[in-house]
């Protein structure tokens, strides 16, 4: 099911154009703004890789990957039901997050008629307890009934091998290895290792 989110994406991005969900042969499009094919991704670059292949033959495509950076949970009592409690989920995403999915987007980007763009967001999901097994184990047993967007807090957009070279530290040496990526960034060397790979892709 349609979450919130992937709709108030659609509407923002279509800017008033109203071409939304636009069957386009063998797909539907979510969004279309002038002669620019918009594809929201919440989930897996992955799964949209074909698609976009095929689609980039013959338009200019703009796939949109949100990345929530800020969280507010809404715990009901049960679907569709009362709010009991809300706080803020202690996750964060940041744009580094991206290249978690961008290695399965190497066959695809970059391409001259794709832009890449990044959009941090600020959500709340609504949630309830589950029914599985797990309830009576495990506290995180829930279902998600929907998330809402509440701001997009900053867009990247990507276009080229050059547009992501910008996110290295200035402070890297012309040759460089996973290691000293993920020393520079401060970040975890499986983070660096992703981003080493895309890049050398």
Do not use: N, W
């Amino acid at each position: 099911m349609e979450t919130s989110l992937h709709r108030q994406l659609k509407e923002h991005y279509a800017a008033g154009s109203h071409q939304i969900e636009v069957p386009l042969g063998d797909y539907r499009i979510d969004a279309i703004r002038g002669k620019e094919l918009i594809e929201i991704q919440h989930g897996s670059l992955a799964a949209i890789r074909d698609k976009i292949a095929e689609l980039l033959t013959g338009h200019r495509v703009t796939v949109v990957k949100p990345i929530v950076a800020r969280k507010k949970l809404i715990k009901l009592d049960k679907r569709g039901g009362i709010v009991v409690d809300r706080r803020l989920s202690p996750k964060r995403g940041q744009l580094l997050d991206l290249f978690d999915e961008l290695v399965y987007f190497t066959r695809v980007f970059p391409h001259r008629r794709l832009t890449l763009e990044v959009a941090l967001v600020e959500i709340e999901e609504l949630r309830y307890p589950g029914h599985g097994r797990r309830r009576r184990h495990r506290a995180k047993d829930f279902q998600v009934e929907d998330q809402r967007l509440l701001t997009i807090v900053e867009t990247h957009r990507f276009r080229t091998l050059s547009d992501l070279r910008k996110l290295l530290p200035r402070s890297l040496s012309a040759t460089f290895h996973s290691g000293h990526l993920a020393d520079s960034l401060g970040v975890r060397r499986h983070v660096a290792q992703r981003m080493v790979y895309c890049l050398r892709e």
